[in-house]
């Protein structure tokens, strides 16, 4: 049995961690095996004595609790909120460019097209410009600016909506040993569908031929947006 002397009152000579490293208790830890016992049963019966309490009566075996759930059943509770797409706000109109706070594409100048039915909003750069393709964007990561593009020449077709931007999962059935020779080879880049290539170029010539009304509207979309030292972004008007 390691003791640890005191080297000044309630000063030991080795801490805890030593001590009970010393002791090896953890070296021959005891297993016990309970005893296989028989189950309890739920009631009993007891004689009640007294000469009006005569008799047997049938007495659980556990107490009962003194407090019980009110329902027997746990019912969730019904929500009554009602699911609705955000509104959009009073500055931004189909052809209003809009400057992108965030994403892959932060700092671009793009083209709002429309409101989907989730709230997001349809942009495009146009791809020719920016590099900025057709885009779902959150409303509350965009600066609405006060230029504007003339779209009444655009018609847009009803397919684009949110399922149009759905990625198809496809999961290809591979082997546990094809995937690990394949861990160290360059992934090949999935190409985009020749039809979304082609709803691009229909897009963006119908805004093209807008943006080229208005001059240095090009340069200005194609340039990038950004803040400087001292500036901040409520305090300017775009």
């Known amino acids: ?12 000579r080795f801490s805890r961690s030593k001590l009970a490293a010393k002791r090896g208790l953890y070296k021959g830890q005891k297993k016990t095996e309970k005893i296989a016992t028989e189950p309890r049963p739920e009631t009993i019966e007891k004689s009640i004595g007294g000469e009006k309490n005569g008799g047997k009566r049938t007495v659980p075996t556990t107490k009962a609790s003194r407090f019980y759930p ?5 019912v969730p509770k019904k929500s009554r909120k009602a699911v609705h797409a955000p509104t959009l706000r009073s500055t931004i109109t189909p052809g209003t460019v809009l400057i992108l706070l965030a994403g892959r594409f932060r700092g671009k100048r793009v083209v709002f097209l429309k409101a989907l039915e989730s709230g997001l909003l349809l942009v495009t750069g146009p791809f020719k410009i920016n590099g900025v393709p057709l885009r779902r964007v959150n409303q509350a990561y965009v600066i609405a600016t006060s230029t504007s593009v003339d779209l009444s020449a655009l018609s847009l077709d009803e397919k684009f909506t949110d399922s149009y931007f759905t990625k198809s999962e496809k999961k290809k059935a591979t082997s546990a040993e094809a995937e690990f020779f394949e861990e160290g080879k360059p992934k090949t880049k999935e190409a985009l569908p020749e039809s979304k290539v082609a709803d691009q170029k229909t897009v963006d010539e119908a805004v093209l031929s807008a943006v ?3 001059d240095n ?19 300017m008007v775009f």
């Open 217 to 235: 509207l090009s340069k200005y979309l194609s340039a990038s947006w950004g803040l400087s030292k001292g500036q901040f972004p409520h305090q």
């Open 212 to 214: 080229k009304k208005s």
């Open 1 to 12: 049995m390691a003791r640890s002397k005191d080297l000044a009152p309630n000063v030991g």
């Open 70 to 74: 009110a329902e027997d059943v746990s």
